[in-house]
């Protein structure tokens, strides 16, 4: 046995040009990747790993919080979201942050701090064990954007569970022992290492490694084992089962390119009671990919077995990429370390890193690339996120335009890649054959289908009803700042806070002849999550609500928030925007992304093949109609002395008529002695000063005193 495993390896080795030689070059990448780490981090993963981390060191199990209860951005959705990763990060990093918990210095800056260091330690050891499987490697994988986003920005659990999957691999090819416990805690670090599985499992059987392999799993399942509860099944084992594709999943640019904004939709905030509703959890074409990468993961094995294990890795990471549901960037760590040991060109490396990174960076954070600043650091500053963002609107569409050309890109290069190394198994005709065959599956796995609530019936008359206008921004622990709640002791303050305040007070409307409730519209507003524990009380009343556009001369008012957009915008377009942001053009997406992806299937000739059902899909939130049964967006235009301008062809404008503002602080409009205001004019400031230090209000309390 000793002899065999010796051969097959002389064999690799001499394919990898085994070199010991690290050039110092890598260690001058440290100084760049420390300054960066200390003022970034990823703008919602990094407060879930916060979080998770405390729970453990109060003796919580993390799988074990309601996925509803959210922690930052109050986003409580239909799928799992809360921590969805195996336990040993959450173990490695927990243990160096117990000391601080005991010592009550454990914050997000500490945090930052210990998070940052595991994470360096472990890409620098990457590029360590790189360059001693192959020259210069070291500094290709150190140098690589991807590799400088996914550690020093983002700060994601990737970068350990490739460190330990590489010394896993390093030490099975006879640089040590105990390569079955690095491989052991790197699938219980994340899933992405589980693409190695088939072809380590058959190399080790190849091999007669029994008992090396009994031993590793049987250590991930002792770390496994105590966390095991519905809530691990659900957040780990199913992760993102039920949402359509996203980021890179399916090398990204057909779904957007044909389901257009339906493939966007599942992560508006706006319309969050509809999440795993307009996209089913699982088109017939989800179900032909997901069967394709099981039997490319069987097929990777069978070959490895055969003594095949580069090729079995190509296969499958290759599959990874190609049929994985939801490929992130940091997604994409676990296959460019494998490609790396492969050696597979440096410029394919740096292309594929600098495109996946810009897609994250300007399509992956409703900030744009202002959402990587830490929102506690930024609190302590005096300022925020959402402050810095609405003062600079221009930078969302040219992150926009950045990032949807970097994914066409992206795609292209996969597809070129993929022919370049089919090309002389299959000729272009065969290879377009297949690719339009591919394209067919993915436009399938979003098809529409399934049974939901439809929108209620609100009609014209309720135009002339009253409705009452809820700055929700203006109201203690409701995010004026959005990340002000991440400073609360409690990790479900805010919707806790949020949510009941949210039906008392629309019960309180009903209660007192309000019909429907009127939400003031911003361009950045509607894509964060301010609005969600609203919505879910709108849908347990039901009661409809509408937007209301506010077009103020002042740019400070716009600024603090008090203004839709700031001065100049044009007019059509805040409510072109507005209009988007209502559940009437998601239903009219959706029933046009139907409409597109049935005439595909004609012209490819795939409705014989395939018996393909299309449902008309409703979202279950109620919204504002007139006799016409259009949507209205009502509009206060201070630049034009209130004057509508006009109606849309999609839409009703209408000027607010018969609509109570119920907490407009600034315009000093406040109905005394709702769940949202103080009892009398006379209380306000006592009222305002006991929530408002836990909010951004009491930075403009003590501004105006």
Not at 41 to 65: E, I
Not at 70 to 99: D, K, M
Not at 560 to 568: E, M
Request: charged share 15%; glycine share 6%.
């Amino acid at each position: 046995m000793g002899g065999r495993k010796t051969r097959f390896f002389v064999k690799l080795s001499k394919t990898l040009q085994i070199s010991t030689k690290e050039p110092r070059e890598v260690m001058k990448w440290l100084v760049p990747y420390l300054l960066i780490s200390l003022f970034t981090q990823h703008h919602y993963d990094f407060t879930v790993f916060y979080y998770s981390v405390l729970l453990m060191l109060m003796g919580v199990s993390p799988y074990d919080v309601n996925s509803t209860a959210p922690w930052i951005y109050s986003n409580p959705v239909t799928y799992p979201q809360w921590y969805a990763y195996p336990p040993f990060g959450l173990i490695a990093l927990s243990v160096p942050s117990f000391l601080l918990y005991e010592l009550g210095l454990l914050n997000m800056m500490t945090f930052r701090i210990i998070l940052k260091i595991i994470l360096l330690l472990s890409a620098f050891w990457i590029a360590k064990r790189l360059e001693e499987v192959r020259k210069g490697s070291g500094l290709v994988f150190i140098k690589n954007p991807l590799v400088f986003f996914v550690t020093a920005v983002h700060g994601m659990i990737d970068v350990l569970a490739a460190a330990l999957l590489l010394e896993a691999l390093y030490k099975l090819n006879g640089k040590g022992r105990y390569w079955w416990a690095f491989f052991a805690l790197a699938i219980t670090t994340k899933q992405t290492t589980w693409i190695v599985i088939p072809a380590l499992v058959g190399l080790a059987l190849r091999l007669r490694l029994y008992k090396d392999l009994i031993k590793g799993f049987a250590l991930a399942a002792l770390i496994v084992v105590p966390f095991i509860s519905q809530g691990f099944i659900d957040n780990v084992l199913t992760f993102h089962g039920s949402r359509p594709p996203a980021s890179l999943g399916y090398t990204g640019i057909p779904l957007i390119t044909v389901a257009g904004d339906l493939a966007t939709f599942h992560i508006a905030n706006l319309v969050a009671p509809c999440f795993g509703k307009p996209v089913p959890r699982s088109g017939w074409g989800s179900l032909v990919l997901t069967a394709a990468l099981a039997s490319a993961m069987i097929y990777s094995f069978i070959i490895s077995y055969r003594g095949r294990f580069a090729r079995s890795l190509v296969i499958s990471s290759f599959a990874f990429i190609l049929f994985s549901k939801v490929v992130s960037p940091q997604n994409l760590l676990v296959p460019l370390v494998i490609f790396m040991i492969l050696g597979v060109p440096s410029s394919f490396m740096y292309l594929m890193g600098l495109l996946a990174t810009l897609v994250d960076a300007f399509l992956g954070t409703a900030y744009s690339v202002l959402g990587y600043l830490p929102e506690d650091a930024l609190n302590e500053l005096g300022t925020s996120i959402v402050i810095l963002y609405r003062s600079s609107l221009w930078l969302s569409n040219l992150s926009g335009f950045v990032g949807l050309f970097a994914l066409v890109l992206y795609h292209l290069i996969i597809v070129t890649i993929l022919f370049y190394i089919l090309r002389e198994r299959i000729g272009i005709r065969r290879f377009a054959l297949l690719y339009v065959i591919y394209l067919i599956l993915v436009l399938n796995s979003v098809t529409i289908g399934g049974n939901v609530q439809r929108v209620a019936g609100v009609h014209g008359e309720l135009v002339n009803a009253r409705g009452a206008v809820v700055w929700i921004w203006l109201n203690p622990f409701n995010g004026f700042r959005s990340g002000d709640y991440a400073r609360l002791p409690g990790a479900t303050a805010y919707w806790e806070y949020t949510y009941p305040l949210a039906l008392q007070t629309v019960k309180w409307l009903k209660d007192h002849g309000f019909s429907y409730v009127v939400f003031p519209f911003t361009l950045d507003r509607y894509r964060l999550y301010e609005y969600v524990p609203w919505l879910f009380a709108l849908v347990s009343e039901r009661m409809p609500f509408a937007w209301l556009v506010v077009i103020s001369d002042d740019v400070e008012e716009y600024l603090s928030g008090h203004a839709s957009a700031p001065p100049g915008t044009n007019v059509t377009e805040v409510l072109n925007e507005a209009f988007r942001a209502t559940p009437y053009y998601l239903n009219m997406k959706i029933l046009e992304t139907s409409k597109r992806l049935n005439d595909i299937f004609k012209e490819a000739n795939a409705s014989r093949a395939v018996n393909v059902i299309w449902k008309e899909m409703r979202c279950p939130i109620s919204y504002l109609r007139d006799e016409r049964g259009l949507p209205v967006i009502f509009l206060i235009d201070k630049t034009h002395s209130g004057k509508v301008l006009s109606n849309g062809t999609r839409y009703a404008v209408v000027h607010p008529k018969n609509v109570v503002f119920i907490n407009d602080y600034y315009e000093g409009n406040v109905v005394y002695g709702t769940p949202i205001t103080p009892v009398s004019k006379v209380g306000l400031e006592e009222w305002l000063l006991q929530y408002a230090k836990k909010s951004s209000l009491y930075s403009l309390l003590c501004a105006s005193r």
